[in-house]
């Protein structure tokens, strides 16, 4: 490889930087927007990965036509920049242009993922689709015709996945928290800019450098059979990381740092395998057989983690001592883990699509239009793989069936390709054999998906009687699970009646009713006259159940984002007052930052539930504009609650907390719930607390059952 092809490396290394810094910024950034449910991010992901689809097959055309590839790149590159540039103007245009149409409380939810398409599409169609064109752009400048085996677009590939993992790192780890969205999105642009103004420099002093482009080989394989397959392999791909982050969350944690780990080591693994290959290949061409034998590679890679089972959930928890030495030591535990789970199978991955590129030709001639197909057909898979696992395949098979059908698929494949092009026939089937052996192992169970290793609440296990009793009591208590369309549901049925949701314990029947039942009473009682409550988050139901059995309670509306925890409200029917048959309770299964955004609802009570401010997606519900939201939507004298849990949360998080609230209501009053949960009553005017107001209140039925029930108090003093 010449020095040209380490430049041009080097660019797109600092290309995959950018890129990955501007994902992370617009996805935050359209969560403000849209919400965080399957829906919103579904309608966002599909144009971003749309939009670099369309552009690679696109402009991989074009950039075969360019008599100066590299400055087309450096162009693109610019363009990018400028496109980005202008990016957060659109999203505040669109943010007002999308409340002001009422969201999806006017639109419905097949309106308003309608329009989530066309206004992500406003924002990311030019910018994405001219980073499709990137990488054809580039493997046209550096490709010539004695690489048959395309090494030089392989080692492109690899750099610019390497590149994407450096952002990654970055975004998550220093400059969002540094330097906010705004400032860090201005550092992808900045990187953007010196790579065009490079590549248009070279690209001047090299001048027309002319490759011999002479006829290239036919491919071994037929065109269509390499671009289905590219497409499979990114639906069998994208479809993991769902699974990756669902089955990995309750061993890590579920934080944004986990899961922008996960991300990060699933594109290490690419990168490297993608530059293995242009070390690795000689100067031959790939054959079918090769990427028959990666296929069956990665689907037993895959597979291996899920044989291991709860083997791994207990290695998680001895790993969480690693926390005592700070945030490094959880950082080296979590790593450890996503290296044995992620990293071998994408490695493999990362080989693999090279080869599929190599296959479709051979040389430079038309080498952006193959990079450019290729890369088509695989995001095209990807976006399918990405809603097939969100609307679909996860809550029908869940997350350990569908770790199963993806190494199933993928070992399929593997044969398929192998009897189809006769070649490597007898390696592919023994490891198709050992990967369909491990189909059959267990997986994990309920000790690894519901006991909160993540969360630090799994017990210290000193020997291998303490680890067996631990696995067969977990596996014991579950009475059920299933994956949802937004988060992992269980109940467990020990000493309590316990929800679960990602691995983490977010209610339970009698244990939190000092929570779950007074938090929205405390509002009840010393408004003067409440009307109407908002519940923000079902959970048990034990809040909306008891706010609805107050009679002056007139209407009382409950915002859940994941559909099945109404099964968990049904369960818990004896605690909650029968909230599901209450017809002054009314459940909606939305986003609560949206609804509050767009509907025109008013309240006298707002309750807001959410869980540990540290989990990924929950701090958006912490933030200033929600507070503005929800103070928007109280009646005159209206109050809003907020659970704090003040275990597992620093000094700085809660006095945050409480900063944000003041920032929005003048008035905050401190309530402790329970002995590690704290209510914080927020309102726009001091409270009058009326002794006598609540002395005839507490003589009444729902009150005073909730008191004696909850807190085991009867008197006004008590309360």
């Not at 959930?313 to 950082?331: E, K, Y």
Request: aromatic share 10%; charged share 15%; with cysteine.
């Amino acid at each position: 490889m010449d020095r040209r092809t380490w430049i041009t490396a080097g660019l797109l290394f600092c290309s995959g930087l950018s890129a990955l810094i501007y994902q992370t910024v617009w996805f935050r950034e359209f969560r403000l927007v849209f919400g965080a449910s399957t829906f919103a991010t579904a309608a966002v992901l599909a144009i971003f990965m749309g939009g670099l689809g369309a552009g690679s097959a696109i402009l991989g055309k074009r950039a075969d036509e360019s008599a100066k590839p590299l400055a087309f790149y450096g162009t693109l590159e610019i363009l990018i920049a400028i496109s980005a540039a202008i990016s957060p103007l659109l999203l505040w245009l669109i943010r007002k242009f999308y409340i002001a149409l009422g969201g999806s409380v006017a639109l419905g939810v097949g309106g308003a993922t309608v329009v989530r398409l066309i206004l992500a599409a406003l924002v990311l169609g030019l910018p994405t689709f001219l980073m499709g064109g990137t990488l054809p752009a580039a493997a046209r400048a550096v490709e010539s015709d004695d690489d048959r085996g395309r090494r030089n677009l392989a080692l492109l590939y690899g750099t610019n996945t390497l590149g994407a993992v450096t952002g990654t790192l970055l975004s998550t780890f220093y400059m969002l928290e540094h330097f906010g969205n705004r400032r860090t999105l201005w550092c992808g642009v900045a990187v953007n800019v010196i790579v065009g103004a490079i590549a248009i420099m070279i690209a001047k002093v090299e001048g027309n450098r002319s490759r011999l482009s002479g006829q290239a080989g036919l491919p071994v394989v037929h065109r269509n059979f390499v671009l289905i397959s590219s497409a499979i392999v990114g639906f069998a791909f994208l479809l993991m990381e769902i699974v990756w982050y669902r089955m990995l969350t309750p061993i890590l944690g579920g934080t944004t740092f986990t899961f922008g780990l996960i991300l990060a080591t699933a594109l290490l693994g690419i990168g490297l395998g993608g530059a293995a290959y242009s070390f690795w290949s000689g100067s031959g061409s790939p054959t079918a057989g090769a990427f028959a034998v990666t296929c069956t590679l990665e689907g037993l890679a895959l597979i291996f983690p899920f044989a291991l089972g709860d083997r791994l959930a207990v290695m998680a928890n001895l790993l969480r001592t690693l926390g005592r030495l700070g945030f490094g030591g959880d950082i080296i535990g979590w790593s450890l883990l996503a290296l044995i789970v992620v990293f071998p199978a994408a490695f493999i991955a990362g080989v693999q699509f090279p080869i599929l590129i190599a296959l479709l030709g051979r040389g430079r001639k038309d080498v952006g239009r193959d990079v450019g197909l290729a890369y088509a057909w695989n995001t095209g898979g990807a976006i399918a793989g990405s809603l097939g696992g969100g609307f679909g395949l996860l809550p029908l098979l869940s997350a350990p069936g569908c770790w199963r059908l993806i190494a199933m698929l993928l070992t399929a494949l593997g044969v398929v390709t192998a009897v189809y092009a006769f070649r490597r026939v007898a390696l592919t089937a023994v490891i198709a054999i050992c990967a369909i052996a491990a189909m059959t192992a267990r997986g994990p169970t309920a000790a690894w998906r519901h006991t909160g290793i993540g969360a630090g609440r799994a017990p210290a296990l000193e020997n291998a009687n303490a680890i067996r009793s631990w696995i067969t009591a977990a596996r014991r208590q579950l009475l059920w699970e299933v994956d949802g369309r937004e988060s992992s549901i269980a109940v467990l049925d020990a000493d309590d009646r316990v929800f679960m949701m990602n691995g983490k314990a977010d209610g339970s029947a009698r244990g939190d009713a000092g929570t779950q039942v007074m938090a929205g009473m405390i509002g009840a009682i010393i408004h003067r006259d409440p009307r109407s409550a908002l519940v923000i988050g079902l959970g048990t139901g034990s809040t909306a159940g008891w706010l609805g059995a107050i009679p002056s309670m007139e209407r009382v509306d409950v915002i859940e984002l994941e559909p099945s925890v109404v099964r968990v409200a049904r369960d818990n029917g004896a605690v909650n007052h029968g909230v599901l048959r209450n017809p002054k309770v009314h459940i909606r299964i939305a986003d609560a930052r949206e609804i509050l955004l767009t509907t025109k609802e008013r309240y006298d009570i707002i309750f807001s539930e959410p869980s540990n401010p540290y989990r990924a997606g929950i701090a958006s519900l912490y933030t200033r504009e929600y507070y503005e939201a929800a103070a928007a939507r109280l009646k005159p004298g209206g109050m809003f609650l907020q659970w704090v849990q003040a275990y597992d949360v620093d000094t700085t998080t809660i006095r945050t907390i409480y900063a944000t609230i003041g920032a929005v209501f003048p008035h905050i009053d401190t309530w402790r719930t329970t002995e590690a949960d704290l209510v914080l009553v927020a309102t726009r005017d001091a409270v009058d607390y009326d002794i006598d107001l609540f002395r005839r209140r507490l003589t009444q039925g729902p009150y005073a059952a909730a008191m004696h029930l909850a807190w085991r108090v009867e008197s006004a003093e008590g309360f």
